[in-house]
């Protein structure tokens, strides 16, 4: 008999490997092992991870066979969990958090834990763009972008309280899925806004995106935000059934103006095919909400001054200066101008169904263009944050690349709990767009 180690396919998406993984259980039991053969080699210049796993034997279940990356804020029992910070340096938490321990239960193997910014804020980690070493990968889940896109695991998990899926996806160039607030339980994933905080997911293709949200979106008693979605199943074969000529509305924000060039062309090119292959297309001003900014800040400023004050007080000599400033900001928020912040939230989430009533999804950006040069600064959050305030699902995909060839995207919205609608326009969007930037070669 002759031995066989099957070579990571490189951008494969997870219903793809499981499709392949019920013939050929040589691949199946194997794959995992490949994947972090190919992620300890490309490491020293990726520095996607904080920790690469030792034991990555296939478990059963509906995901076997299947590595997941996990981000750095999320507790898993078996490896550190670092929080992007030195004060949580050596910890290795007592529990899986809610959504690892699922992940073991359906059979996916935990591939690691990936770079984040400092608990998920602003002080960037040492991870480049793979398909740019010189620009950043965004944030805040910079390494589970940069993990998917290097095409080193089918899958992983990130979180996002402003920006930090739809933006390093964007970036990346893979698929980012933001679910409706509350959809997956954030139980021992560490907190910065709980107001805003979301757990998403990256892939490389829709269906892995619906097939990880179907499986993991659930109901935790320690969790007071959480509130599961309506039901549904994913065909692994089959996939998410497509929404047929979906009526989409445009919003271009009155940011529109600054904008790349380059990010405007591809947008517009796929206003131009989405109308010709059938959608009805619309411009649609959304304009109270593009100013809410203000509202935005003061609560993620406040919950997280509130959140991390006392450890930056007794750590100082382990916190980022950006940190310092962040928590010193969030002090000097009055408690009435959060109160007032809050309202307006849920003000606009009241607001945004009858808003967009008639719509199947909003078509927008998901950042300004192509990830900036550098690893200090991890892009503007502009285009994804009012969305996060609303807490309404959303999702980016790859549509082209910039003059420096780094992927652009652009992004789809739902209305709160319409996971499942919404991730049907964006399988029939990527059908139509027909975009795929395969696996950057630059680190291989």
């Known amino acids: 008999m002759t031995d066989r180690t099957p070579s990571p396919k490189a951008g494969a998406g997870v219903l793809e490997l499981l499709r392949q993984f019920r013939t050929d259980t040589v691949a199946a039991d194997q794959y995992a092992a490949a994947c972090l053969a190919k992620a300890q080699a490309l490491e020293p210049r990726l520095k996607a991870f904080e920790y690469l796993p030792v034991d990555v034997k296939r478990r059963q279940g509906p995901l076997s066979g299947i590595p997941v990356a996990i981000k750095d804020i999320i507790a898993t029992s078996d490896m550190p969990t670092t929080n992007g910070s030195a004060i949580y340096r050596d910890q290795v938490p007592a529990a899986d958090a809610w959504v690892v321990e699922r992940l073991?239960?359906?059979?996916?193997?935990?591939?690691?834990?990936?770079?984040?910014?400092e608990f998920a804020w602003r002080h960037p980690g040492p991870t480049v763009n793979p398909w740019n070493a010189a620009h950043t990968p965004g944030g805040s889940s910079s390494g589970s972008a940069a993990a998917v896109a290097a095409g080193l695991v089918p899958l992983a998990l990130g979180s996002q309280t402003l920006g930090s899926?739809?933006?390093?996806?964007?970036?990346?160039?893979?698929?980012?899925?933001?679910?409706?607030?509350?959809?997956?339980?954030?139980?021992?994933?560490?907190?910065?806004?709980?107001?805003?905080?979301?757990v998403g997911f990256f892939a490389r293709r829709v269906d892995d995106v619906a097939l990880a949200l179907s499986l993991l979106t659930g109901t935790s008693d320690g969790d007071p935000h959480g509130r599961p979605l309506p039901a549904f199943a994913v065909d692994p074969d089959q996939g998410v059934q497509p929404l047929e000529k979906p009526r989409l509305g445009v919003v271009r924000f009155k940011q529109w103006s600054r904008v790349e060039p380059e990010q405007q062309k591809?947008?517009?090119?796929?206003?131009?095919?989405?109308?010709?292959?059938?959608?009805?297309?619309?411009?649609?001003?959304?304009?109270?909400?593009?100013?809410?900014?203000?509202?935005?800040?003061?609560?993620?400023?406040?919950?997280a001054a509130a959140i991390?004050?006392?450890?930056?007080?007794?750590?100082p000599d382990r916190s980022s200066d950006i940190?310092?400033?962040?928590?010193?900001?969030?002090?000097?928020?009055?408690?009435?101008?959060?109160?007032?912040?809050?309202?307006?939230?849920?003000?606009?989430?009241?607001?945004?169904?009858?808003?967009?009533?008639?719509?199947?999804?909003?078509?927008s950006l998901p950042a300004f263009g192509e990830a900036p040069r550098g690893l200090d600064y991890t892009g503007d959050?502009?285009?994804?944050?009012?969305?996060?305030?609303?807490?309404v699902p959303a999702l980016t995909m790859p549509a082209g690349?910039?003059?420096?060839?780094?992927?652009?995207?652009?992004?789809?919205?739902?209305r709160y709990r319409e996971d499942l609608h919404l991730l049907r326009v964006a399988k029939w969007t990527e059908a139509v767009l027909g975009f795929d930037p395969g696996v950057p070669g630059i680190l291989s």
């Not at 390093?168 to 805003?196: D, E, M, Q, T």
């Not at 991390?308 to 750590?315: C, E, H, K, P, S």
């Open 308 to 315: 991390l004050g006392d450890l930056v007080a007794r750590y």
């Open 165 to 198: 899926v739809i933006r390093p996806a964007a970036f990346n160039g893979v698929i980012g899925l933001k679910p409706s607030y509350g959809a997956i339980p954030r139980i021992g994933v560490h907190p910065l806004s709980p107001s805003l905080d979301h």
């Open 401 to 414: 690349f910039g003059p420096n060839g780094l992927p652009l995207g652009v992004q789809l919205v739902g």
């Open 104 to 117: 073991r239960q359906l059979g996916a193997t935990i591939f690691g834990k990936t770079v984040t910014t």
């Open 266 to 303: 591809v947008f517009d090119a796929v206003v131009e095919r989405l109308r010709d292959a059938g959608a009805v297309v619309e411009e649609l001003a959304l304009a109270e909400l593009d100013t809410e900014a203000e509202a935005i800040n003061t609560i993620l400023l406040a919950e």
């Open 381 to 391: 959050a502009g285009y994804c944050a009012p969305f996060t305030f609303l807490g």
């Open 323 to 363: 940190l310092k400033t962040h928590v010193a900001t969030g002090k000097t928020r009055l408690a009435v101008d959060y109160l007032c912040a809050r309202a307006t939230q849920d003000r606009r989430r009241a607001a945004f169904p009858a808003e967009t009533k008639g719509f199947d999804a909003l078509l």
